[in-house]
């Protein structure tokens, strides 16, 4: 029975726990923006990403993923483990530091039993068919003598080793074809028990059960072969040199003796015997080969080696920048996360040292009065806090603007009396010029006319009133 049938199936659950901030503001409840974080956490912790469908959301800050349906063959698995679990203590402290920097508290792998364990199917028996002899003529390709059918029927993926009775070495049955009608020949029990490339070849008491199980079933899917062939265009000769190709099946006619076994091979694309001469795997290069392949760059249509080095350079670059990207989103978030952090500091200790001032201030004052009360000779200076103070300085400044005010007043009254007293020196000035132009008309008529004139009471009266106008201005001068 394969491995692959015993192999149980499991299911991997990755849980995921975050603290501080992270935890507010993206896993307080599940939503498109929680998804998308989750995934580039798992991102930078190298981890395969699951289906959207197997995440879930269980409480505040803590998120669980499954991947159903593995076993602890495959390169997830090996994958998942080796991440999670590195053995270097280098790596296990660059893992803390990178846990530390996604504010990730807890990370933990459970492996539960899958249920697929319950619907798998049993692997199926094949019976095998023993060789018969000269005298039958059951092969209708060979007339002339006898022929071995290996008869199985098998699905594509099972790989179980069959035994069956097969060809003897290709010496032997190149000597036996030239002649039909001869016996084979009986093989040398002396000598070692051969190694087939699927396994050990079966011991004689194992060989005569195959015999026995061999003849009960004639039907399924059958296919004769020797030691694994090599498929070649239709009727040609394989290197067994009785053996001919027909069709996808290859059949070969081929005399044998009773005791000559060798390996059937599955019928699977690639031969078990180049799986059996191939080494086992390195698990860090799966999980290599498995995170190049997590992002495929578009193919092109160059020259085979120029691809294959454009598509693992064009790999390398995104996992490279998708990484740089996620960590320096991480770095931007947890700054912002620790700035928030230290804001809160300061404003819940600003409020404690101002409730501290605000009590000594009140028993200040109460230690003032007592003072006072008691009639002592020195009374100290209050404290007077920056509130008071620029309270204080309000009232300060506001007056400063009254009187700023009040004097600007006066200036304007001022000046509005130097207006006024120009205006009215300007009058007095015309005023003075116009009565000295009307002296000296008066001189230039008393000097002209000397003899009395017609009308001189009615100069008379005008020198009178000369005299009151230059009496009435007096007092203005002065």
């Keep these: 029975m394969s491995s692959a049938w015993r192999e149980e199936r499991i299911d991997l659950k990755l849980q995921v726990r975050y603290q501080g901030l992270k935890a507010t503001q993206y896993f307080s409840k599940y939503t498109a923006d929680s998804e998308a974080v989750f995934r580039e956490d798992l991102t930078a912790l190298k981890l395969p990403l699951p289906k959207s469908s197997n995440i879930t959301f269980v409480s505040y800050g803590c998120v669980e993923c499954v991947w159903p349906g593995t076993n602890r063959t495959t390169i997830l698995y090996r994958n998942i483990t080796l991440k999670t679990s590195p053995s270097d203590p280098e790596q296990q402290h660059a893992y803390r530091q990178l846990l530390n920097q996604l504010s990730i508290v807890k990370l933990a792998v459970k492996e539960i039993p899958s249920e697929m364990n319950a619907s798998f199917p049993a692997p199926p028996r094949f019976p095998l068919k023993k060789y018969q002899g000269p005298e039958s003529s059951s092969n209708p390709y060979n007339p002339a003598g006898p022929s071995v059918r290996g008869s199985y029927s098998r699905p594509a993926y099972e790989a179980d080793r069959q035994e069956v009775v097969i060809a003897p070495p290709p010496a032997q049955v190149a000597s036996s074809s030239k002649d039909p009608h001869k016996a084979p020949p009986a093989l040398d029990k002396t000598r070692p028990i051969q190694?087939?490339?699927?396994?050990?070849?079966?011991?004689p008491a194992q060989r005569s059960r195959v015999d026995k199980e061999a003849t009960s079933s004639t039907s399924g899917y059958a296919q004769h072969a020797p030691l694994p062939p090599k498929r070649v265009p239709s009727s040609n000769t394989n290197q067994f040199g009785g053996a001919t190709v027909t069709g996808l099946h290859p059949r070969f006619d081929v005399e044998m003796g009773d005791d000559d076994v060798v390996i059937i091979p599955p019928p699977t694309q690639r031969s078990q015997a180049g799986l059996d001469k191939e080494p086992p795997p390195d698990g860090t290069q799966l999980v290599q080969q498995?995170?190049?392949?997590?992002?495929?760059?578009?193919?092109?249509?160059?020259?085979?080696?120029?691809?294959?080095?454009?598509?693992?350079?064009?790999?390398?670059?995104?996992?490279?920048?998708?990484?740089?990207?996620?960590?320096?989103?991480?770095?931007?978030?947890?700054?912002?996360?620790?700035?928030?952090?230290?804001?809160q500091r300061l404003t819940r200790e600003y409020w404690d040292v101002k409730r501290v001032i605000t009590g000594a201030v009140a028993r200040e004052t109460t230690i003032l009065s007592e003072l006072k009360a008691l009639g002592s000779t020195w009374m100290p200076e209050p404290t007077i806090l920056a509130e008071q103070a620029s309270e204080d300085m309000k009232q300060r400044i506001t007056q400063l603007e009254e009187e700023l005010e009040v004097e600007r007043t006066l200036r304007r009254s001022d000046s509005d009396a130097k207006d006024r007293f120009s205006e009215l020196e300007a009058q007095l000035l015309q005023e003075r010029r116009l009565r000295e132009e009307a002296e000296n008309a008066i001189d230039d008529v008393r000097r002209e006319c000397r003899a009395p004139f017609v009308v001189p009471s009615l100069l008379a009266a005008f020198l009178d009133v000369s005299k009151l106008t230059t009496r009435a201005m007096m007092p203005a001068e002065s």
């Design 195 to 203: 190694q087939g490339p699927w396994g050990r070849l079966p011991e």
């Design 290 to 343: 498995f995170l190049k392949n997590l992002t495929k760059p578009p193919t092109t249509t160059s020259s085979p080696t120029t691809s294959k080095e454009t598509a693992v350079k064009v790999k390398q670059e995104v996992i490279e920048i998708s990484l740089e990207e996620s960590m320096a989103r991480e770095r931007q978030r947890i700054e912002a996360a620790q700035r928030a952090a230290e804001v």
